[in-house]
């Protein structure tokens, strides 16, 4: 007989938990609610995805396939191996992040499952529910994704795209506040393309040492920049602010669903001492990242030759000349010159195209109409622009330049009816 204190169900209807309400992903929504209707006669060239292995254009060194199948057939990792990582892979990847004057070693590496799962972590151990953290706009959705599914709440700084999408840091600054926990940073970025200066970097530390405010540095394009610029890394320039940086095999070297990355602790002043245990217990929530990825990953770091890696950038940076200089020159449209990572993002003068809304309804049309399906930035939450992919076959950046100068031409109207009825341009 049931305890008169023991709820019973009356029928299966079993509810969804909490977090699973809270989680929300803003790209999955928008592009599974988008009318994606390509063109009949053309084929579609999809600028939208982040993902650089899509068109098979971009192989990767048979050095790092070797060093994978090495360890399957040396069948010594096929057991569980510890949560953290093994040791001599999180000493590799010490080896790998160091810069002078800033040593790291093994203990300052936690592998994980993916950038991704690096990134919940270092979310989770900084942030208590209630709490907030700081995040860019426009910036990758992933962030308010994780967070707000563990109940943290999350407020955007703006990004500013007339300045190679700086921070604004007066803007960033006037958000901070007694539930601030912490400030994440990304750089280079996803989806603006931009590199950071160093100046740039030590102004954001420089307000983070100022408030207290720990870091997290989402840096999984690290190195992925084009000539004229320069990558630093959060960690190589802090004196003061302890930083969680975040990355992985993912984007550099073209394994996203390897799902190996890493966060790599910079501390100072021992202010990461109860970070650290947390770090740890939270990994062992799901007992680290595939044995066999993280065992070769010694190998991969360190024999990569160069030349891949060079000429992978080489090719996106083409790719990423060719698109500004054929875009800058459409009417209506305002390309933001990349810096480095893989995109580029694109303004639209919407109130040049008279009967189109906004972003969304952009880019639904170009699908429709021209069969390329580029991201909309409401996607990032800043209205008016979109995101384009720059790993794609060359062959189709002339293509799809093709037709979205087409469609623009086709919709774009240079002199606009304002609403007292007189004519502007």
């Keep these: ?107 300052d590496v936690i592998l994980t499952g993916g950038c991704s799962m690096a990134l919940d972590l270092c979310i989770c151990v900084l942030a208590n529910p209630g709490q907030t953290i700081l995040v860019p706009r426009p910036g990758f959705s992933i962030y308010k994704t994780l967070a707000e599914s563990h109940g943290i709440l999350v407020k955007t700084y703006n990004l ?119 770090l740890l217990r939270l990994s062992q929530r799901l007992l680290g990242p595939n044995s066999i990825v993280q065992a070769a990953l010694p190998e991969i770091l360190s024999g990569t030759p160069q030349h891949f890696f060079e000429e992978t950038l080489h090719y996106v940076e083409e790719n990423a000349k060719n698109f500004f200089q054929r875009i800058s020159r459409i009417p209506g449209l305002r390309p933001v010159e990349p810096q480095g990572a893989m995109y580029m993002m694109i303004g639209i003068d919407i109130d040049h195209f008279p009967g189109i809304k906004d972003d969304v309804d952009f880019t639904e049309r170009l699908v429709k109409e021209q069969s390329v399906f580029c991201l909309p930035a409401k996607c990032f939450q800043f209205p008016n622009f979109f995101r384009i992919v720059l790993t794609i076959p060359k062959v189709k950046v002339s293509t799809a330049c093709d037709r979205i100068e087409e469609f623009c031409q086709q919709h774009y109207k240079a002199t606009l009816t304002n609403g007292t009825g007189s004519h502007s341009s």
Excluded at 163 to 184: F, R, V
């Design 160 to 278: 500013q795209p007339e300045k190679n999408w700086e921070i604004d840091l007066d803007h960033l600054e006037s958000l901070i506040d007694d539930t601030t926990a912490t400030i994440l940073i990304n750089n280079p970025s996803n989806p603006c393309g931009s590199v950071f200066s160093r100046n740039h970097l030590l102004s954001i530390l420089e307000l983070a040492k100022r408030h207290k405010i720990p870091i997290i540095a989402d840096e999984i394009y690290e190195h992925f920049v084009f000539s004229g610029n320069q990558y630093h890394s959060l960690g190589s320039l802090s004196d003061d602010v302890p930083i969680l940086s975040c990355s992985g095999l993912t984007k550099r070297f073209l394994v996203p669903g390897w799902r190996l990355g890493w966060v790599v602790i910079h501390d100072r002043h021992d202010a990461f001492h109860e970070v650290r245990s947390g």
């Design 1 to 107: 007989m049931a305890s008169k204190n023991k709820r019973m169900r009356m029928n299966w209807q079993v509810p969804a938990s909490k977090m699973s309400h809270q989680t929300f992903n803003p790209i999955r929504n928008i592009v599974d609610t988008m009318k994606l209707t390509p063109h009949p006669d053309k084929e579609m060239i999809a600028l939208s995805i982040g993902d650089p292995t899509v068109f098979n254009n971009l192989p990767i060194p048979e050095h790092i396939n070797q060093c994978i199948v090495n360890k399957v057939q040396g069948q010594k990792h096929n057991g569980y191996n510890p949560s953290i990582g093994y040791e001599d892979s999180r000493e590799a990847v010490a080896k790998y992040s160091c810069t002078p004057g800033r040593p790291l070693t093994a203990k």
